[in-house]
């Protein structure tokens, strides 16, 4: 059974099954909804439901409170149509953002290749074009499951069928350690949705950018820098992306040649949290020594005047965010995913 969703405030209607999350059917139809995990525990889309009934399906207690509940609040990943509804959700979209309708493909699995340690690039080519924007992400179907996991898209947005996501193992994780780095082989199957997530490349904003990463918070970071760089001109970019060892670190040598290429465009900073300051050459690194935020607290006096992109585990991402308001830069210029590695 269908029913009517109309979506305020930009008056839009769309049809949703009485299985389907609303958020899922907005994003199909192309009407731009906040999310961020899609799995009911963030609370990034919560709205307004105004009128009609719902089912809150697996909505987590911290996200949708019982009061908020009780205030007519929903969980637009989570609720499906009981009636024709109307809901209010935040659905302002940023100037200069292209963000196109959620969709579903299949692609055959072409490449793994261990990159580092524990992380593993996997190469997927899709039966059909996905149009996405640098930093959004797919969430890919674990087969013999009903479980998703989501990975951003690495590859720049011109490489619309070969996709390149980032995956960290988790011990016991079920799509890493039981998938990914388990039977998953090149010629397999498979299935996704997207293109989700706001925390995208924004092209009107002519400031330089500095770029935070934490592990494989590089991933949607790698498709802004591959996109911008492709461009004949463009903001400046300064990427620091921060790892334990030299073995947990990768990427290094395109991001270096690309440096190289690029020198008055890219500053490329790879940073040891176990490499002391103190012995900077220890093991022939060359790199920044330390936590990538106080590397890049050392590099810059002031941040007002750029922009940030911060992508990472929470505390990384909570870290660099203090760091860069202390160096004066407002949280409106400054655009950040969490990036919970989801086992
Ligand atoms: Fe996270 Fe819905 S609760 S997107």
């Not at 059917?25 to 009128?51: M, N």
């Not at 989501?150 to 980032?166: G, V």
């Not at 082989?185 to 092209?203: D, I, N, Q, T, W």
């Not at 060892?245 to 290094?252: I, K």
Request: proline share 8%.
């Amino acid at each position: 059974a269908y029913h009517r969703v109309s979506v305020e405030p930009v008056g839009r209607e769309v049809r949703c099954r009485e299985d389907q999350p609303i958020l899922d059917a907005c994003l199909r139809a192309g009407i731009w909804v906040p999310h961020s995990c899609t799995h009911g525990t963030c609370g990034t889309c919560k709205a307004e439901l105004i009128d009609g009934e719902v089912d809150h399906g697996n909505a987590s207690a911290f996200a949708l409170m019982d009061f908020e509940r009780d205030e007519g609040k929903v969980l637009l990943c989570q609720a499906s149509p009981r009636s024709d509804l109307v809901v209010e959700a935040d659905v302002d979209v940023d100037e200069g953002l292209e963000l196109h309708p959620v969709r579903d493909f299949t692609g055959t699995v072409t490449e793994l290749a261990d990159v580092a340690r524990d992380i593993r690039v996997v190469r997927i080519a899709l039966d059909e074009e996905l149009r996405f924007a640098p930093g959004q992400y797919v969430a890919l179907r674990v087969p013999g499951t009903p479980a998703t996991r989501t990975y951003s898209l690495a590859n720049p947005p011109t490489q619309r069928r070969l996709l390149e996501l980032h995956v960290r193992r988790t011990p016991g994780g079920l799509a890493s350690d039981g998938w990914v780095f388990g039977p998953m082989a090149a010629g397999e199957r498979v299935s996704l949705s997207g293109p989700y997530g706001r925390f995208v490349f924004r092209p009107a904003r002519p400031e330089p950018a500095i770029m935070v990463a934490g592990g494989t918070g590089l991933a949607p970071i790698a498709s802004m820098i591959r996109h911008a760089l492709a461009a004949p001109s463009g903001p400046r970019l300064y990427l620091y992306h921060g790892a334990r060892t030299r073995a947990d670190l990768y990427c290094v040598d395109e991001f270096r040649a690309l440096a190289a290429a690029h020198p008055d465009r890219f500053r490329y900073r790879p940073c040891l949290s176990e490499q002391t300051p103190e012995d900077p050459a220890g093991g022939g690194w060359d790199g920044g020594a330390g936590l990538v935020t106080d590397v890049l607290a050392a590099d810059f006096d002031r941040c007002s005047g750029h922009v940030g992109y911060v992508c990472g585990p929470p505390p990384m991402v909570d870290a660099a965010l203090k760091l860069l308001m202390r160096k004066r830069l407002f949280p409106r210029d400054i655009y950040r995913e969490d990036f919970f590695s989801e086992a």
